[in-house]
Each structure stands twice: as C-alpha cells, then as structure tokens.
C-alpha cells in the first residue's frame, strides 16, 4: 500500500496548521515531490545520519530537528533533477524531511524559546558572560565567558526562586534557541556535578529579580546580572 506525499503533507498542515509557527521556526516539507509514492513513514527526534541510513527506499522522514540530515548534503545542493548522483541516492533513501515537530511542541508547551539579552554580566565586578531571557520573563540563563569552559546558570525569577549550575552545557552564542522539557540540560538533580571543574552557585546568597540578579559561588566569586 502506497500514499502520495501530498497527500500526507495535507494530513500534517491540517493537525499542525503552519500558520502557527513563529517566524524562527522551519516547518513544511524541505525536499521531496509531492506526487511521490510513500510506502513507509519513519519519525524521529533527530535527523542524524544513522535515522537517514534506517529509513526505508522510498520512505518519509518525519523529523522534529531536521538540520542535521541536511548538514551532509553537498555544499552545490540543488534541485532533485539537478543533484549530483549522490545527493539522488541520499534523497531516494529518505525521501522528504518535514520539521513539523518544533510547532507543535512549541505551540504545546513542550519546548520553551530563550532570546539574547543587551544586558551584562560581571564576575567581581568586571565584565565577562551574556545573558538569555525566555519568552515569559519568569527566568534567566546566565552564562560568564571568564572561566574555561564557560559556565552558564539557570536563575528562576517569578514565584518559587532557584538557582542551577548548567554543569557541562553552555547557553550558545545564539539570538535565540530552544530547550525541551525532556532532558533540560539545567537540571536540579545534577546541578553541576557532570562538571568537575563547576564554580557552583550558593543558593543562599541569591537575589533575583526582574532585571538583576546577584549570587556568590563556592569560588568566592560575586556574579552580577542586569538587563
């Protein structure tokens, strides 16, 4: 049993209207003929290069990250008729990628967007990190560039206050990314302890509040934030 692609790209606007999704998000099909007979639907989280290899001939990828696939095109990538042998032979394998997954968790509650802030960041006084700000302005990732590697907070400023090491995870240089509700990389549980070399926090020496926060860590070192 066959289905054309169409067809099921017309089943995904209607559960997951892209009208829905805000302007950083990369929804819809990225390659792929809508005529085309489909015989199987392959979903993952991650596009990687193993999920590509795993998908059946003639198969859909339906993918919630769909960046990394692309990664391995050619760099000359271009239309299906005009690709080089093997660019046909890594589309034939996976036939279509579709990032309609972000939307959805996004529109759902499951992914939460961090944004860029102009403020700054002070380690005893002189300048060193970069701050995100989520979407709701409940809390904020601060991030000091004065350590190797760096090493980014999670700060909670609405309601019940906290205070997390990010352990191995630096916030990126990014204007804006997003971080799923499974696997947060800030987690209370681990709060630093996969970082051997992690200036912990001191919860105790907090104070937090829109557009500042100040905190000493286990170092001594007095963390200052303003945006």
Same mark, same amino acid.
């Given at each position: 049993?066959?289905?054309?692609?169409?067809?099921?790209?017309?089943?995904?606007?209607?559960?997951?209207?892209?009208? !829905?999704?805000?302007?950083? $998000?990369?929804?819809? /099909? #990225? &390659?792929?003929?809508? $005529?085309?007979? !489909?015989?199987?639907?392959?979903?993952?989280?991650?596009?990687?290069?193993? #999920?590509?290899?795993?998908?059946?001939?003639?198969?859909?990828?339906?993918?919630?990250?769909?960046?990394?696939?692309? !990664?391995? !095109?050619?760099?000359?990538?271009?239309?299906?008729?005009?690709?080089?042998?093997?660019?046909?032979?890594?589309?034939?394998?996976?036939?279509?990628?579709?990032?309609?997954? /972000?939307?959805?968790?996004?529109?759902?509650?499951?992914?939460?967007?961090?944004?860029?802030?102009?403020?700054?960041?002070?380690?005893?006084?002189?300048?060193?990190?970069?701050?995100?700000?989520?979407?709701?302005?409940?809390? #904020?990732?601060?991030?000091?560039?004065?350590? +190797?590697?760096?090493?980014?907070?999670?700060?909670?400023?609405?309601? +019940?206050?906290?205070?997390?090491? &990010?352990?191995?995870?630096?916030?990126?240089?990014?204007?804006?990314?997003?971080?799923?509700?499974?696997?947060?990389? &800030?987690?209370?549980?681990?709060?630093?302890?996969?970082?051997?070399?992690?200036?912990?926090?001191?919860?105790?020496?907090?104070?937090?509040?829109?557009?500042?926060?100040?905190?000493?860590?286990?170092?001594?070192? +007095?963390?200052?934030?303003?945006?």
């Amino acid at each position: 049993m066959t289905v054309r692609l169409g067809v099921v790209i017309d089943t995904l606007d209607e559960a997951y209207p892209p009208g !829905l999704a805000q302007s950083w $998000d990369s929804v819809g /099909l #990225v &390659c792929g003929d809508p $005529d085309d007979a !489909l015989s199987s639907v392959t979903i993952a989280v991650d596009a990687t290069a193993a #999920v590509v290899d795993a998908v059946p001939d003639g198969g859909l990828l339906l993918a919630h990250w769909g960046l990394y696939a692309l !990664l391995k !095109l050619p760099q000359n990538f271009v239309s299906t008729e005009e690709a080089s042998l093997d660019t046909r032979v890594l589309l034939f394998a996976f036939a279509v990628l579709i990032a309609a997954g /972000l939307t959805y968790s996004t529109v759902n509650g499951y992914m939460g967007w961090w944004f860029w802030s102009s403020g700054s960041v002070a380690v005893d006084g002189t300048r060193h990190g970069y701050i995100h700000i989520n979407r709701q302005h409940s809390a #904020v990732i601060i991030t000091r560039t004065d350590l +190797r590697p760096s090493q980014s907070y999670l700060v909670g400023l609405s309601g +019940r206050k906290y205070l997390i090491h &990010c352990g191995d995870w630096q916030a990126p240089r990014f204007p804006a990314f997003p971080i799923g509700d499974v696997n947060a990389p &800030c987690s209370i549980f681990s709060n630093g302890s996969d970082l051997p070399v992690a200036d912990n926090a001191v919860f105790s020496t907090l104070t937090a509040r829109p557009g500042f926060v100040e905190f000493h860590t286990a170092r001594g070192k +007095r963390v200052t934030a303003s945006w």
